[in-house]
């Protein structure tokens, strides 16, 4: 978290605001406080945004689809204001590292974390596909990992920003490297989209790298859309077969997160909260990143910090 600026609001709605968490396409989030006391994450939208046609009633139709999502492994929209000068939510705080700084800085995740971290996201997107939303944006940097398990954020909002472009051909929406072949050809994106982009998360947790590699984004797309996935450092064979099955090409192909959770969700008689901690380090707040390069798989990590700064937009 880093210190409020001149520009900064100090208070937004019923919320004051403690700090930046960080900032996103969208816009900027902050450590906020309840009239009560309670942390929460507040997200205020980008001034240029509110300038599009219609993105207000889109903005309000998001938060509206996203309070009806309930999940041990999201975080739940708490209040929000389309109406204001600059549209605002306030979602819970989660204090955990997000899973793109978790590797960046300490390295993969081993085996048995990585099938915890699988069972956790596809019971969040069992939950976010419950009531009609695809996430369309799952990343490291969206995956933040809580005392008690992993948390998706920032799911459906997307479609506030990119509006009817969503599915329409020619359109893409989501982040490079973290999207289905569909996305980026502008198909049709349905929650078999969501499971590929969970296939590309948990082969970056097992291996410290984009399953598509690096480099200049459209060289990237093209292999999302045309290249099989590097996988063959993901040493469990069963892990590995998971990994690749969620980044079939075709999306009919795809196991369905219930399907995954059947594979992954009794393996070693072990639950989800137990994660990898984080030590906070110098680039807490640094989200931009997509890849890493490999490092030796850790098998423990210091105790979890009390508050890092890890909720982006």
């Excluded at 929209?77 to 705080?93: G, K, M, Q, R």
């Excluded at 984009?210 to 859309?225: E, K, S």
Aim: with cysteine; charged share 20%; hydrophobic share 40%.
């Amino acid at each position: 978290m880093s210190s409020l600026k001149p520009d900064d609001p100090r208070s937004i709605g019923d919320y004051q605001l403690l700090g930046r968490l960080g900032a996103g396409g969208m816009g900027r989030v902050y450590l906020g406080r309840s009239p009560g006391g309670r942390d929460v994450a507040v997200k205020v939208v980008h001034a240029e945004l509110v300038r599009r046609p219609e993105f207000r009633s889109r903005f309000r139709r998001e938060v509206e689809a996203a309070r009806l999502v309930s999940g041990a492994f999201t975080a739940p929209v708490i209040d929000a204001d389309p109406d204001a000068p600059l549209p605002w939510l306030v979602t819970s705080y989660i204090a955990g590292p997000s899973l793109e700084q978790a590797v960046v800085e300490q390295g993969p995740f081993g085996t048995d974390a990585v099938r915890r971290l699988a069972a956790g996201l596809a019971e969040a997107l069992v939950s976010i596909h419950s009531v009609n939303l695809v996430h369309r944006d799952l990343k490291p940097s969206n995956v933040l990992l809580a005392q008690d398990g992993p948390r998706v954020i920032d799911f459906g909002i997307v479609r506030s920003v990119e509006g009817d472009s969503i599915t329409r051909t020619g359109h893409m929406a989501g982040s490079p490297g973290f999207m289905a072949p569909e996305q980026v050809s502008g198909d049709e994106i349905t929650t078999a989209s969501d499971v590929f982009c969970l296939g590309a998360v948990l082969a970056f947790a097992a291996t410290g790298v984009n399953p598509f590699g690096d480099g200049p984004t459209p060289a990237l797309l093209y292999r999302v859309v045309h290249s099989e996935p590097d996988v063959d450092a993901v040493e469990d064979p069963a892990l590995r077969d998971l990994i690749s099955a969620c980044l079939a090409k075709d999306a009919a192909g795809r196991p369905t997160p219930r399907d995954i959770l059947t594979r992954v969700g009794s393996a070693e008689a072990e639950n989800t909260m137990a994660l990898p901690r984080l030590q906070p380090g110098p680039n807490t707040a640094d989200h931009t990143r997509t890849s890493a390069p490999a490092r030796p798989t850790r098998e423990a990590a210091p105790p979890q910090p009390e508050r890092p700064a890890t909720q982006v937009a």
